[in-house]
Nanobody, 126 residues
């Protein structure tokens, strides 16, 4: 089992920045990748970014490319999501997720992840 806890959410004005953190514990040696997803009210959960736990390869959703940066600290079992140039459309609950399967495809699908944090609210005011 892997446990995940997000932190760093809050209220920010449009154009501002926030950094989210996700702390992993438990069987962290089994993690292949860590993903960030978000869910706005009335909308489905959507992929934001993913980072391979070893090697650090990253992939981003088109909607956040160039504004968000995902990074990880394997030694501390931490993953970060640095968000800049935020807009009201980025308002959502943000979740980190862990995938313990060495898959090649499907890393942007929520169903590929077995472990989820409780989420942290990000609200961007206009």
């Amino acid at each position: 089992q892997v446990q995940l806890v997000e932190s760093g959410g809050g209220l920010v004005q449009a154009g501002g920045s926030l950094r989210l953190s996700c702390a992993a514990s438990g069987r962290t040696f089994s993690i292949y990748r860590m993903g960030w997803f978000r869910q706005a009210p009335g909308k489905e959960r959507e992929f934001v970014a993913v980072i391979n736990w070893s090697g650090g390869r990253t992939v981003y959703a088109d909607s956040v490319k160039g504004r968000f940066t995902v990074s990880g600290d394997n030694a501390k079992n931490l993953v970060y999501l640095q968000m800049s140039s935020l807009s009201p459309e980025d308002t959502a609950v943000y979740y980190c997720a862990a995938d313990d399967v060495p898959r090649v495809t499907g890393t942007a699908y929520a169903t590929s992840y077995d472990y989820w944090g409780q989420g942290t609210q990000v609200t961007v005011s206009s």
